[in-house]
């Protein structure tokens, strides 16, 4: 059997290939998952795995974590950070585009949550990290279709949790207050200072962390922003 495993469910260039890079940093075999891997390509190169993978479709899902099961037994630690989000007033949504933000946010955890504890629970330890953001707290105007995916992940981590913590399985929620830097927000960082945008690796930093920590001082929920986010 070959090292444990993390899966990363959204690696993209930014979160997700920061928490691919600091999972594998921290001795695991990673395996970062995205609809489109090429995108991320250059992961390879420094020994993260990638699968293509539909995180709203059952049969992709499962494909995915019967071979981690396979080829390192249950992983350790799996993080979902996928989602996606079309800005657009109550009275301008179209109804397949609110389903399809739903289904990638929410349903999307629930399938890779499902398959990580049924992997997990046998073992008794893992840990299940899912990615929230300010929607996940409060509903702005023209963000119902963030808003209402991220609600019902932080509710499906919270029922997971009073679930799985005591058959010791760690489920936890990040909520990401504010903006993570990229190159695409490079002008702004240079017209506020680069804190007034989340790190990429700050976060993962923190991610890890939540892996690492004791069972008996387990965290649910944690959220991070940076200094000058008001709230």
């Given amino acids: 059997m070959s090292k444990k495993a993390a899966v990363v469910m959204g690696v993209g260039p930014g979160l997700g290939a920061a ?5 594998a940093q921290g001795g ?3 395996i970062g998952c995205a609809r489109n891997p090429s995108k991320v390509e250059g992961l390879a190169s420094e020994g ?5 993978c539909d995180a709203t479709r059952p049969a992709d899902v499962a494909r995915v974590f019967d071979k981690v099961a396979r080829d390192h037994g249950a992983p ?3 993080a979902f950070n996928a989602g996606a989000y079309e800005r657009g007033g109550i009275l301008e949504i179209r109804p397949e585009d609110f389903e399809r933000c739903w289904r990638v946010g929410c349903f999307g955890g629930f399938l890779v949550g499902q398959a990580a504890a049924r992997l997990m629970a046998p073992k008794g330890e893992g840990t299940i990290l899912f990615t929230g953001a300010t929607a996940s707290l409060r509903g702005g105007a023209g963000f119902a279709n963030l808003a209402v995916p991220k609600f019902g992940l932080r509710a499906l981590a919270q029922s997971m949790a009073r679930e799985l913590d005591p058959k010791g399985i760690h489920v936890a929620h990040v909520i990401i207050d504010g903006q993570i830097a990229s190159e695409a ?3 702004m960082a240079a017209q506020r200072g680069p804190s007034s945008l ?5 976060i993962a930093e923190n991610y890890w962390n939540l892996h690492m920590q004791p069972r008996d ?3 649910h929920e944690l959220d991070l922003r940076p ?3 008001k709230f």
Avoid at 19 to 23: D, T
Avoid at 198 to 202: M, N, Y
């Fill in 19 to 23: 928490l691919a890079r600091r999972f």
């Fill in 28 to 30: 695991l075999q990673v």
């Fill in 48 to 52: 993260i795995a990638l699968e293509p």
């Fill in 76 to 78: 350790a630690l799996v």
């Fill in 185 to 187: 927000r490079r002008d």
């Fill in 198 to 202: 989340l790190s990429p690796e700050a």
């Fill in 217 to 219: 001082a387990w965290t």
């Fill in 227 to 229: 200094w000058v986010e």
